[in-house]
């Protein structure tokens, strides 16, 4: 691909137009310089400050941290080293948590509910201590999946100088044993995708119990985020392409030295946004959004992005659609053969060069616009410069193909439309499925029930299971469909089987998938009327999504829904109610507030 691919013009703001006035407490220093907020210092000498430390900028350090996540459990330390950082440049690093949910924990429980809330709670819980503590400054340290998008909302929000240091991604699991039946032998790697396809391997009699159980026991053996290109990594490189993270920040593992040496040059890094006075929405512009959209459509990131994207930019005032995410996707190749449908891990891709040598590539090659600006107080271009050179890479790695040999020749992720989606649906396709599936519907109101119906062989070769009632109304919370994806692959139905919803899939899901169906079933959206044995076609070429009923026989079922009256949310108090009640389709974000 030339520069005849995605066309983006340029609307960065040029780095003089950005600078401060060298004052780095503009906002602290209503607190702890006003003689009229003596109560406000006194809490803060308990605290441990000192006289000198009220004259020093106060920077919110927000790890996501708990210990029952690997993806997070490590983010303390992290911290600690960022406040290390920020003590050397002369800041005062005041660190405060977050909640988190572990979507690979809950996954294909009602607690899966409580993830994508999760993230709107994190960006929440950010602005509000930002605002209400007069920091100056944030660096946010996320782990898994819903971190980063809620770390970036907040930022988009509060609007203060702000940096992200990613968790970092785990290493990869090794097999213990061999696993003949499934083409693996002892030494391969294994990772949490797999640990989910193992339960349909097993119930479809392809795997005995200690095979099962050795992809379970070693799939994940260290702190990081899931190790393939699935949502917490996409959502790492996003934050890098956008320009709120330093380079190399998405690829570095968790545990690698680097990623502490990240965390303590973070400081230095906030002392000059500080005094330049750069904030969030300085840098991400729309031009960074469409750059991001760009390189996540590269790597075949997760379709999770979607969301994401959309409700970060409206939080920052940019505008941004779906169908910006359609425009990119036909104008941009598929390069990385990253999993969950290729070979290679995250770690893999930080050591061909990482976020830095795909964004040097593409820029060369017309793909993505270099002079936005980021957090080094650089431009994306300039970050980039010294960077590994993929080009002369073609001979010794594959991890990263060149334009000219595409996994896919367009983007992965489609955004479908038809009359089962007249608003719209985001499939992930790679290619390596097919483009097109056409088969009869086996419908589920409940993902409990998806599991027995395997185990007994009611599912079958060329059927086209529709899971509905988990958009974000109907769940509440539009949980992913990894477990219903992951035991197909496991059970060998992963490439003859189309999976449809108006939830979400996980990152790391893979196969014919189509999510976020809309309108959702809940506010009686056409996919809440399919029945058992209707046929439903998608065509991924002609980006349609039909559902092959009469309009007779839908007319009936509609008018047959609506004298049932309106479906009850499932939620009567609490924080899934409050979500139910405020959140936005999905095709805008899922936006709450």
């Not at 000498?45 to 009220?54: P, R, S």
């Not at 320009?243 to 968790?254: F, H």
């Not at 992005?305 to 990119?328: G, N, Q, W, Y």
């Not at 809440?528 to 009469?550: K, M, P, Y």
């Amino acid at each position: 691909m030339s520069s005849e691919g995605v066309q983006i013009h340029s609307v960065a703001r040029p780095l003089a137009s950005v600078k401060g006035d060298g004052k780095l407490n503009k906002i602290s220093s209503q607190l702890t310089q006003n003689k009229t907020m003596g109560g406000s210092q006194a809490m803060l000498y308990a605290i441990g400050l000192t006289e000198d430390d009220m004259s020093k900028p106060q920077v919110g350090i927000s790890p996501m941290w708990w210990e029952g996540n690997p993806c997070n459990n490590h983010l303390l330390d992290l911290a600690r080293k960022v406040k290390e950082g920020c003590e050397s440049e002369g800041l005062i690093g005041l660190t405060f948590s977050t909640i988190g949910v572990s979507d690979g924990i809950t996954m294909g429980t009602e607690g899966m509910r409580y993830s994508l809330p999760s993230r709107d709670l994190i960006a929440d819980s950010i602005e509000a201590v930002t605002m209400a503590q007069h920091y100056d400054g944030n660096i946010s340290i996320p782990g898994c999946d819903k971190n980063m998008p809620g770390c970036l909302m907040a930022a988009a929000r509060h609007n203060r100088p702000s940096l992200m240091v990613y968790g970092g991604t785990i290493y990869a699991g090794k097999r213990h044993l061999d696993c003949p039946s499934m083409g693996f032998k002892k030494g391969d790697e294994v990772n949490i995708g797999q640990a989910f396809e193992a339960w349909g391997a097993y119930s479809t009699g392809r795997i005995n119990e200690e095979e099962r159980f050795d992809v379970v026991r070693h799939a994940c053996p260290s702190s990081g985020a899931c190790g393939g290109m699935f949502t917490a990594n996409t959502m790492g490189s996003a934050m890098e392409v956008l320009g709120m993270a330093l380079p190399y920040s998405a690829s570095i593992p968790a545990l690698y030295p680097e990623k502490k040496q990240e965390c303590l040059r973070a400081g230095r890094y906030m002392k000059q946004l500080l005094a330049l006075d750069l904030k969030p929405r300085d840098i991400m512009t729309r031009q960074a959004f469409l750059n991001t959209i760009t390189v996540i459509m590269v790597l075949g990131g997760s379709t999770n992005s979607v969301l994401h994207l959309l409700a970060i930019a409206r939080s920052a005032d940019v505008e941004l659609t779906i169908k910006d995410f359609e425009d990119i996707a036909q104008k941009t190749p598929f390069l990385a053969d990253l999993k969950p449908s290729g070979r290679y891990m995250q770690e893999d891709f930080h050591k061909v060069g990482g976020v830095p040598a795909l964004v040097k590539y593409l820029i060369k090659h017309g793909l993505v616009v270099g002079d936005t600006i980021t957090v080094t107080g650089k431009t994306l271009a300039e970050n980039v410069a010294d960077a590994v050179d993929l080009e002369q890479t073609w001979e010794t790695q594959d991890v990263i193909r060149p334009l000219d040999k595409p996994i896919k020749s367009t983007g992965h992720i489609t955004i479908l439309k038809g009359n089962l989606a007249p608003d719209t649906a985001v499939a992930k396709i790679t290619g390596k499925e097919g483009l097109r599936f056409e088969g009869p519907a086996i419908c589920f109101d409940d993902e409990k029930d998806f599991y027995p119906a395997l185990a007994e062989g009611k599912i079958k070769a060329g059927m086209v299971c529709v899971f509905r009632y988990q958009g974000p109304k109907g769940a509440p919370g539009m949980p992913e469909m990894l477990g219903p994806t992951g035991s197909l692959m496991g059970a060998g139905l992963g490439k003859t089987v189309a999976l449809i919803t108006d939830g979400r899939f996980s990152g790391a899901s893979h196969g014919f998938i189509i999510g976020h169906v809309t309108p959702e079933a809940q506010v009686g959206g056409p996919i809440a009327l399919v029945q058992d044995g209707d046929v439903i076609s998608v065509d991924a070429e002609d980006r349609t999504l039909h559902w092959h009923v009469d309009e007779a026989e839908v007319a009936k079922r509609q008018a047959a829904l609506q004298a049932k009256g309106k479906r009850p949310l499932r939620v009567k108090r609490g924080v899934l109610l409050r979500y139910a009640r405020d959140v936005q389709p999905a095709n805008v974000g899922a936006y709450c507030d």
